[in-house]
């Protein structure tokens, strides 16, 4: 083959002279060799370092803080539960939970007007009820129980026995 023709810088099907030229040639070489130095020199670019570790997220000021209130409150409480303790059995024997409590209600006035007032009538209506004479008579009832009792003796004398 021709040397002109052994380097195409563009396969074609139809070349002309413009495709052959040593210039081209020296052009198309000068960017192969350069990529090929390029892709000696390149290196992996997957990052295999474990991610950075932010002091923020481990070391929780905040809730350390927060802990650290707890416990003080905690150890106060119970200093103050020792020397309750402490003076209970240190000095004599006192009651000190007394309740002092006053209920403090906005109607008793109203309520101790209406219970006087409650007790009142029931006064008035036993009152009453003591003055009261009967309406029925006493002797009456007493003879018609007597007479119903000798009805019933009668009657079942006769059922019973006929011998007598």
Known sequence: MNNSLDYLAYPVIVSNHRQTTTFRKKLDLGNYLSHKNRIEIVKPTVDTKPPVAH???IL?????QGEQKRIDKIEYENKQLCQKIANAHRGPAQVDCWNEYFSKSLNRETRNRDLVRITMENQGILKRLGDRKSNYDHRLSEMDW????????????????RDE
């Open 146 to 161: 007597q007479n119903s009792r000798r009805y019933i003796r009668n009657t079942t004398r006769y059922l019973l026995s």
């Open 55 to 57: 002091v923020h997220h």
């Open 60 to 64: 929780q000021l905040r809730k350390l």
